[in-house]
């Protein structure tokens, strides 16, 4: 277990079960003393004490980027506050602090989204669907993907041609900074980005 996991547990730990579902849009199930969160649109059981999660139901996908998931489920859950997300998005960049983070190592991985969906934008649509989404307007496509219920990640593809290639941009909702810390952001982004493109399969 990573540092940062062990830390989003113990603060976990700390905190009431029935506060953390109300904030975090979850279930808190007494009786068996585990929280249900879904994860794009997937349920997820979270045994604090255990400090295990598993799938519950029926599942279409299943996430192959698990540190970032292993890190983030815990760390939503304990941070988590009661701000609703509003619908004002915001770049992540434009975030305080974001200019300088989101480079190098940190780089967003819009280029990889774009390069994936480049000619597909059908499979884009679809992709985010599949992942709880809901398609919206912008770009030549756009998705709103609840990574968790109060962190959705907006995507917009815009099709490249002769003159430009294809790009993305990936936005939050402007109370993204309130629920998590930018290099927790950062990993939230790049889960999204690889798990579209898990879902999507090969070729596209």
């Known amino acids: 277990m990573l540092a940062g996991e062990e830390e989003a547990w113990n603060r976990l730990e700390q905190r009431d079960p029935y506060d953390v579902a109300e904030n975090a849009v979850a279930e808190y199930w007494e009786d068996d003393d585990v929280l249900v ?12 004490a ?5 799938e519950i139901g029926v599942h279409e996908f299943h996430l192959e980027d698990k540190t970032h998931f292993n890190l ?3 760390l939503y859950l304990a941070a988590c506050g009661p701000q609703e ?24 991985p819009e280029e990889v989204i774009a390069h ?3 000619s597909t934008p059908d499979r884009f649509l679809d992709v ?6 809901t398609r919206t307007d912008g770009g030549d496509a756009a998705v709103v993907i609840p990574a968790f219920p109060k ?16 790009r993305t941009q990936m936005l939050l909702d402007d109370t993204a900074p309130a629920q998590l810390n930018i290099d927790a952001l950062w990993a939230l982004l790049m889960m999204t ?10 070729g596209h």
Do not use: C
């Not at 969160?37 to 604090?48: D, K, M, T």
């Open 128 to 133: 985010g669907v599949k992942l709880g989404g």
């Open 151 to 166: 962190l959705p990640v907006t995507v917009l593809l815009w099709l490249g041609d002769m003159e430009f290639p294809a």
């Open 72 to 74: 983030l489920v815990p």
């Open 116 to 118: 994936h969906f480049a």
């Open 193 to 202: 980005a690889a798990t579209m493109i898990q879902v999507a399969g090969p």
């Open 85 to 108: 997300p509003g619908g004002r998005l915001v770049a992540p960049r434009s975030l305080q602090g974001g200019a300088a983070f989101f480079k190098g190592p940190h780089e967003l």
């Open 37 to 48: 969160v879904p994860v794009f649109g997937q349920a997820y059981l979270v045994n604090v």
């Open 50 to 54: 255990e400090r295990e999660i598993r």
